[in-house]
C-alpha cells in the first residue's frame, strides 16, 4: 500500500503551511492549493485520499469545490476547514457532502487525528515517518537523524528544526513559519535564536559536501536535494 494523499486547500499561506508540515510528520504526501479552481485541477492530477478544504477561498467557496469534485466522479474524504461557526453553516457543509468540519483556530493536533480518522476509515493509512535527502536520513518513530550513515545526535530543538525543513524538501521555510512551527509561538524580533539553532544543526548534518541547508537572504532557509 502506499503513501496515503492528502490536499490541503487554503488561501492563507501560513496556514497550508503548518497543516501540511504537521500532516507530512504524520507520514501523509501532502501537496497544496490556494484556490477552488486549483484544488480541483490538483485533485485530478493527484487524487489525493483526504482533502482539507477551506470554504472561504478567492474565487469560489469550498462547497462549490466539492459540488464540482463530486460530479467528476471525485470522492475523497473532504474535511471543511472555515472561521464559520453556526450550526446552519456545519449542517450546510456537511449536507454537501463534506465528512468532517474543524473551525478557526483550531489545534494541529486535531486536525491531524480527524484526518486520520478520515482515512482509517477509508481503509488506508499512514506510511512510516521517515525522511531522506541525499544521504541525510531522519526517522521520526525512533527520532534518530543520519548523514552519510554516520549518526548525528540532535537535540529536541534542533531535531524539530531539521524535520521542519525536511518535510518541506525544495520549499522556502520563512522565519515567522519556523516559529510558528519548532517553538509554536511568536518569538518577534528574535531571529536570532532561529540563526543559532540553524548554525548548530549545520554543524551536525552539513559539514560535508553537498550542502543541503540554504540561507535564503532575508526570507528563511530552505533544503534541497543535491544537485
Not at 191 to 219: M, Q, Y
Request: charged fraction near 30%.
Amino acid at each position: 500500500m502506499g503513501t496515503s494523499r492528502v490536499l490541503v486547500v487554503d488561501d492563507e499561506e501560513n496556514i497550508s503551511f503548518l497543516v501540511s508540515s504537521a500532516l507530512r510528520l504524520e507520514g501523509l504526501e501532502v501537496r497544496m492549493a490556494d484556490t477552488g479552481r486549483a484544488a480541483i485541477e490538483e485533485a485530478e492530477r493527484f487524487a489525493p485520499d483526504v482533502i482539507v478544504l477551506d470554504i472561504m477561498l478567492p474565487d469560489f467557496d469550498g462547497l462549490e469545490v466539492l459540488r464540482r469534485l463530486r460530479a467528476a466522479g471525485n470522492d475523497a474524504a473532504v474535511l471543511f476547514l472555515t472561521a464559520r461557526q453556526t450550526t446552519a453553516d456545519k449542517v450546510r457543509g456537511l449536507t454537501a457532502g463534506g465528512d468532517d468540519y474543524i473551525v478557526k483556530p483550531f489545534a494541529l493536533e486535531e486536525l491531524t487525528a480527524r484526518v486520520q480518522v478520515a482515512l482509517r476509515r477509508r481503509g488506508v493509512a499512514a506510511a512510516p515517518a521517515r525522511y531522506r535527502v541525499g544521504d541525510l536520513e531522519l526517522d521520526d518513530d525512533a527520532h534518530r537523524v543520519w548523514r552519510g550513515g554516520v549518526e548525528a545526535h540532535l537535540s529536541a530543538t534542533e531535531f524539530k528544526l531539521l524535520r521542519c525543513l525536511m518535510t518541506n524538501t525544495g520549499r522556502v521555510v520563512t522565519r515567522a513559519q519556523i516559529l510558528d512551527h519548532v517553538w509554536e509561538y511568536d518569538f518577534d524580533g528574535e531571529s536570532a535564536i532561529i540563526e543559532s539553532f540553524i548554525s548548530n544543526v549545520r554543524k551536525k548534518v552539513d559539514t560535508v559536501e553537498p550542502k543541503l541547508i540554504h540561507t535564503v537572504r532575508g526570507v528563511g532557509y530552505s533544503i534541497r536535494e543535491p544537485g
